[in-house]
């Protein structure tokens, strides 16, 4: 919990503001800040009283729009007035950071990171060799290439402070999960074919603090002993989210087949949720003031499941704490946002609100392109950013109201990121600073 206590003295009086967040921030990240791809508070919510554009195209409301080498569908974040992207060449011999300068679009640094002769394929349309996100706290920022390396670096100087490149994983279709920062740790997630775990680091050496490997039953290997389905039931892509509960803070990190809260300072598995499903990357969303958690599972007739949360849960709650679950219109790779007792999410080119205490589907509309990427909040207003450049912004409201839609000429997979009142969106070849 974040408090901000103010004190005024004038004509004898004080004056005390608190002001309570019930997420908990990534480490140094001020409210107009967007340090990883869900922003400051882990769930996609724009800081409130931040302007967001409601209008723009090629030739209206850009600020700047600057060319991207090489591909990638991993976030922009922002921080103190910079931009970074991680990008890779399509073969993935290369892998590289870049940073802009937020008010002029201009290229401060592109960099090599990672040098790979012998890169696993990634053998899938939705998936790149630069999918996971950086994240960024004051001072430092760390790019996450899966088992290819992670590296930090002065956000500042942009020395290299540490690396790591010593944890194995067969990530098959390409890593897709991103790192997340609490405190003075850094968590990497490895959902891998082969093998799956996560590990806790150190933020400020990189030392390994902490390994837990996954305990999920994937129940899923043929006669000979092998998975009978080349991995894939393995598979997942998913970023840990922190959350509140009794308090004390988990750390929920969504798996193939199952969904985890873990003790993040020492990797204690505290419960865990069970469905069919596989490849999820869709990041869990939290109401503390519901009291629920609320679980996209992946691949294979995905369903969200709302999980009433308990400081006391442990073992498997899949049935105890299940309040309801949802099969249609639900997301397969992109996360949803909550605003209020509203649930909105994308199920390819179908936007949905949901009652988030009930269940009960409070409207659905089609877009005109399929979105993968997740959703944002801010203004009061929705953004659906999809595959084809186009950006659906609607009403956050229990009945539909469509308030503008906006095209680009080239989309992407990559989640906004918004700061300074202004959008960041990333396409293929280019990134965009949307409105002033």
């Given at each position: ?42 769930d996609g919510h724009v800081a409130e ?5 409601l209008k723009w195209g090629e030739k ?377």
């Amino acid at each position: 919990m974040a408090v901000i206590v103010l004190f005024c003295a004038m004509k004898g009086l004080t004056i005390i503001l608190a002001i309570c967040s019930s997420w908990v921030l990534s480490a140094g990240a001020g409210l107009a800040d967007w340090p990883d791809f869900r922003g400051p508070t882990q769930d996609g919510h724009v800081a409130e009283g931040q302007e967001l554009p409601l209008k723009w195209g090629e030739k209206e409301n850009v600020k700047w729009k600057t060319a991207i080498h090489g591909e990638g569908w991993a976030s922009p974040v922002v921080m103190d007035g910079k931009v970074w992207v991680a990008t890779a060449r399509a073969d993935g011999l290369t892998l590289s950071a870049m940073c802009l300068d937020q008010k002029t679009g201009e290229i401060l640094l592109d960099r090599v990171l990672v040098t790979d002769d012998n890169p696993e394929p990634t053998s899938n349309r939705i998936n790149n060799f630069a999918a996971s996100s950086p994240v960024v706290e004051k001072g430092r920022v760390y790019f996450h290439f899966g088992s290819s390396g992670t590296i930090c670096l002065d956000a500042n100087t942009y020395e290299e402070l540490w690396r790591r490149v010593d944890f194995p994983c067969s990530h098959w279709r390409g890593a897709g999960s991103s790192p997340a920062l609490w405190r003075d740790k850094i968590y990497l997630t490895f959902d891998g074919a082969d093998q799956q775990y996560l590990v806790a680091l150190d933020k400020k050496t990189g030392k390994t603090l902490w390994r837990k490997d996954r305990s999920t039953q994937y129940n899923d290997l043929d006669a000979k002993g092998r998975p009978s389905s080349f991995g894939d039931a393995r598979k997942a892509y998913g970023t840990p989210v922190f959350i509140e509960v009794g308090g004390k803070t988990q750390m929920i990190s969504a798996g193939a087949k199952a969904c985890w809260a873990y003790n993040p300072e020492t990797g204690e598995e505290l419960w865990s949720v069970s469905y069919p499903q596989h490849s999820g990357s869709s990041m869990p969303v939290y109401s503390k003031d519901l009291g629920i958690l609320y679980i996209n599972t992946g691949l294979g007739k995905p369903q969200i499941m709302a999980m009433k949360m308990d400081d006391k849960a442990r073992g498997d709650i899949s049935e105890t704490h299940l309040l309801w679950k949802l099969i249609k219109r639900v997301s397969k790779q992109s996360s949803p946002v909550l605003v209020g007792g509203e649930l909105y999410m994308a199920a390819d080119n179908v936007a949905a609100c949901i009652d988030a205490k009930t269940g009960e589907v409070l409207w659905s509309e089609r877009l005109k392109g399929k979105v993968t990427a997740s959703l944002i909040y801010g203004a009061g207003r929705v953004y659906f950013y999809d595959e084809t450049g186009g950006t659906t912004v609607v009403k956050a409201a229990r009945s539909f109201e469509l308030l503008a839609h906006n095209q680009l000429e080239e989309g992407s997979l990559a989640s906004p990121a918004a700061a300074g009142g202004a959008i960041f969106l990333r396409s293929k070849g280019f990134l965009y600073r949307i409105g002033d």
